[in-house]
């Protein structure tokens, strides 16, 4: 019986590591849900849910890496798969568009990578670049998505500067 509740109570963190945790994981959720609020609007596959899952998992993996004790080679590991592994999910995103020769979802596709760039910052503790990633990426995807489509739409072309 001491060994079942030992194994039940391993890994439950102290009241300062639930904090340090809670943060991370509720951080990483705000911020995948401004980026994937933006792709929601627009009405793009990968949406609201999606990012937020995109950036928990990745702080995630790197937490649990970073907490178990792992040498940050191990931990630069888990980050070398993320940053691989995560490409499987934005290749679901990508179309081609066999009778249009064309092919849509490279943008949805990055954002799910970037997410998850943003997860590892958070997970390790970076919020501050976390935030300012986030802050950058949703100026590429809003401000300059809106500008793309605006000149296209028009047939103008950007000014040359």
Not at 13 to 29: E, G, H, T, V
Not at 98 to 108: N, V
Request: aromatic share 6%.
């Amino acid at each position: 019986m001491d060994a079942l509740l030992t194994e039940l109570n391993a890994g439950f963190p102290d009241a300062d590591q639930m904090a340090r945790l809670l943060i991370r994981l509720s951080m990483a959720m705000v911020l995948g849900a401004i980026i994937g609020f933006q792709r929601e609007q627009y009405g793009k596959p990968a949406g609201l849910r999606t990012h937020i899952l995109v950036t928990m998992g990745s702080a995630l993996f790197v937490i649990a890496a970073a907490e178990s004790g792992m040498s940050s080679e191990g931990v630069s590991r888990v980050i070398q798969g993320l940053a691989a592994g995560i490409g499987f999910i934005g290749a679901g995103a990508i179309l081609k568009l066999s009778q249009h020769r064309e092919i849509q979802g490279l943008t949805t596709a990055a954002s799910i990578w970037a997410t998850a760039a943003v997860g590892v910052a958070v997970g390790l503790g970076l919020l501050g670049l976390a935030v300012l990633s986030v802050v950058l990426i949703w100026f590429v995807l809003a401000v300059l998505g809106y500008l793309e489509v605006r000149f296209k739409l028009s047939g103008e072309a950007p000014p040359d500067r």
